[in-house]
T-cell receptor
Framework: AQTVTQSQPEMSVQEAETVTLSCTYD???????LFWYKQPPSRQMILVIR??????QNATENRFSVNFQKAAKSFSLKISDSQLGDAAMYFC???????????FGQGTRLTINP | DGGITQSPKYLFRKEGQNVTLSCEQN?????MYWYRQDPGQGLRLIYY???????QKGDIAEGYSVSREKKESFPLTVTSAQKNPTAFYLC?????????????FGPGTRLTVL
């Protein structure tokens, strides 16, 4: 089965510090796309960052960056200079090239302490 | 403003009743999706559609039905055959339905069976 695992149900960090959320996945495919989505209390899913598996360079979006380790099947999200507005559920997801279905992890609840 | 709208935000249903959840998008996207979210779990795909008048089952289609008569609209009907329909339902869309496309989500509908 092709799965996504987020091993940290909850994480907390002090405002302005850095936090890393973990994600691993299991697949025999070589061509796929990885995503991190944020779900704030409003519950609307918002795309944070995406990574193409064929790219060696890690994606970055302002304070958000990923550490993509293809051989280890790991895709962690680093949030730098954490802000109160970063508090949310974070979901890791991926899709195989040619497929339409996003496969989601169980989510990590991130709390930002002022 | 371009985006995805879902209505209603909260929906209550008595056992044995069918209910229909609305999803509309004005992004001119070809593909639309329905996901279900349960506590402690990631999103699971119910149905998706890549073109008008065509749709495919996702992982948990039993007890649900959809239609795609217009590009902008993808309503989901939760039938009485769905044994545990209480959940949060999210609609999404993407440009073409290709795996390279980012999926954008609506604000969701919370369905509660009384």
């Amino acid at each position: 089965a092709q799965t996504v695992t987020q091993s940290q149900p909850e994480m907390s960090v002090q405002e302005a510090e850095t936090v890393t959320l973990s994600c691993t996945y299991d697949t025999s495919e070589s061509d796929y796309y990885l995503f991190w989505y944020k779900q704030p209390p409003s519950r609307q899913m918002i795309l944070v960052i995406r990574q193409e598996a064929y790219k060696q360079q890690n994606a970055t979006e302002n304070r958000f960056s990923v550490n993509f380790q293809k051989a280890a099947k790991s895709f962690s999200l680093k949030i730098s200079d954490s802000q109160l507005g970063d508090a949310a559920m974070y979901f890791c997801a991926w899709v195989i090239q040619g497929a339409q279905k996003l496969v989601f992890g169980q989510g990590t609840r991130l709390t930002i302490n002022p | 403003d371009g985006g995805i709208t879902q209505s209603p935000k909260y929906l209550f249903r008595k056992e044995g009743q069918n209910v229909t959840l609305s999803c509309e998008q004005n992004l001119n996207h070809d593909a639309m999706y329905w996901y279900r979210q349960d506590p402690g779990q990631g999103l699971r795909l119910i149905y998706y559609s890549q073109i008008v008048n065509d749709f495919q089952k996702g992982d948990i289609a039993e007890g649900y039905s959809v239609s795609r008569e217009k590009k902008e609209s993808f309503p989901l009907t939760v039938t009485s055959a769905q044994k545990n329909p209480t959940a949060f339902y999210l609609c999404a869309s993407s440009i073409s339905g290709a795996s390279t496309d980012t999926q954008y989500f609506g604000p969701g509908t919370r369905l509660t069976v009384l």
